[in-house]
């Protein structure tokens, strides 16, 4: 298993939010708990740019 994976499944686990973005701050995962905070689905988010994702 790879370790972005296994990171994957322990954060969710604990139910901590968290998001991770590429070079051009574009968010590749993102927690259940996070797009719930912002009041949508992960599918929706990942692709984004993170500092757009701020300005909702």
Do not use: W
């Amino acid at each position: 298993m790879q370790d972005h994976h296994v990171q994957h499944l322990i954060l969710e686990a604990a139910e901590v939010s968290y998001c991770i973005a590429d070079e051009p701050d574009n968010i590749v995962s993102i927690s259940h708990s996070l797009a719930k905070l912002l009041d949508t689905e992960p599918a929706y988010i990942i692709g984004k740019n993170f500092l757009e994702i701020l300005r909702l």
